[in-house]
């Protein structure tokens, strides 16, 4: 046990005190302040779930009223792609459900008035599973793919029912490997944007040496490969209380031009657009002034 484990005790108040002083800096605090509808105009949400992946809440046309209420001109779904070696009926869709998600969005698409919904996907990234998993994705229409790195080494590392697997781990080298995947899925994954870009931290966990310089590989391998990020709001509502990706990742991508995109993770209809004031702040500081918009996996930018 290291005084790194987030867990509980003086380790936990460190972390604490470094995420206060984080946000401090930033000039955020946990509380959103909502957008106006004109600011929330120029912006999308493109990470929005539905009930088919087993904890999500809601129907999927309330997130489309939520997102029409908060007046976003465009949203889209991109539920979990049923992992095809992990049956957890509260992870993922199963396989023979992919076809119902695909004509659910279609249809909301077709009945949303006055509002563009897109049908995404996110897509986990297993190094030995590539083809097979883009296989039973075939034929399907998408307007973007986001990959995901939620294990490492078959570890769910993201799961939130298992945060006894954190034990006896060394938080440098689990950032370390996250990092390594996270590039080898950037060149290799066929995404075309990378979901909560560094989702690693997600539980509280830091690393204790500087990681700037993992920071500027991604960022390279994501400019040269041509793959956009999100800003994904929902590690707010984690033990983290920080946006994927950190400032710095950010400001990292922003110099090497890579696209940006917007994301809240919604997995209720509430969260639609959740916290994008801090994410429009953050894009301000960065110095990014435009988002990527998909269609047809074609990427438009768009000016905020
Ligand atoms: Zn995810
Ligand atoms: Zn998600």
Same mark, same amino acid.
């Given at each position: 046990?290291?005084?790194? $484990? ?12 470094? *995420?206060?002083?984080? $946000? &401090? ?12 509808? @004109? ?20 129907? +999927? ?11 976003? +001109? ?20 199963? !396989? ?12 909301? *698409? ?16 297993? +190094? ?31 799961? @939130? ?9 060394? !938080? ?9 995947? =996270? ?15 560094? /989702? ?9 040496? +500087? ?8 960022? &390279?391998? /994501? &400019? ?11 590690? /707010? $509502? ?7 990706? @950190?400032? !710095? =990742?950010?400001?990292?991508?922003? *110099? ?5 995109? /917007? ?5 209720? !209809? ?5 916290? =994008? ?16 918009? =998909? ?10």
């Amino acid at each position: 046990m290291t005084a790194k $484990r987030p867990a509980a005790g003086v380790g936990h108040q460190v972390t604490r005190v470094r *995420r206060g002083l984080r $946000r &401090r800096r930033l000039g955020w605090t946990r509380r959103a302040r909502e957008l106006t509808p @004109s600011q929330f105009g120029k912006l999308v949400d493109y990470h929005i779930h539905t009930k088919l992946c087993g904890h999500a809440v809601g129907e +999927p046309m309330d997130y489309v009223r939520a997102a029409v209420k908060r007046g976003l +001109p465009e949203i889209g779904f991109a539920d979990h792609m049923p992992l095809l070696r992990i049956r957890d009926e509260h992870l993922t869709m199963e !396989p023979d459900e992919l076809p119902r998600y695909v004509s659910l969005v279609n249809e909301l *698409r077709d009945q949303a008035g006055g509002i563009t919904v897109r049908l995404g996907i996110e897509m986990d990234y297993f +190094p030995d599973q590539t083809d097979e998993i883009w296989a039973a994705a075939e034929g399907i229409e998408f307007d973007y793919v986001y990959g995901a790195v939620h294990y490492i080494d078959g570890w769910g590392f993201g799961d @939130s029912r298992r945060l006894s697997s954190y034990h006896g781990r060394d !938080p440098d080298e689990t950032y370390e490997r996250y990092f390594e995947l =996270f590039c080898k899925a950037v060149r290799e994954g066929g995404f075309d944007i990378m979901a909560h870009p560094d /989702l690693v931290k997600k539980h509280g966990i830091v690393s204790s040496v +500087p990681i700037d310089d993992m920071y500027e590989t991604a960022a &390279r391998t /994501l &400019r040269d490969a041509g793959v956009a990020i999100e800003i994904n709001t929902s590690g /707010l $509502r984690k033990r983290t209380v920080e946006v994927y990706p @950190s400032l !710095p =990742f950010l400001k990292a991508c922003a *110099r090497h031009g890579v696209a940006v995109t /917007l994301g809240s993770d919604a997995h209720a !209809p509430q969260q639609v657009g959740m916290d =994008f004031d801090i994410a429009l702040r953050m894009l301000e500081k960065a110095g990014i002034r435009e988002i990527a918009t =998909f269609e047809r996996r074609e990427r438009t930018m768009r000016g905020i």
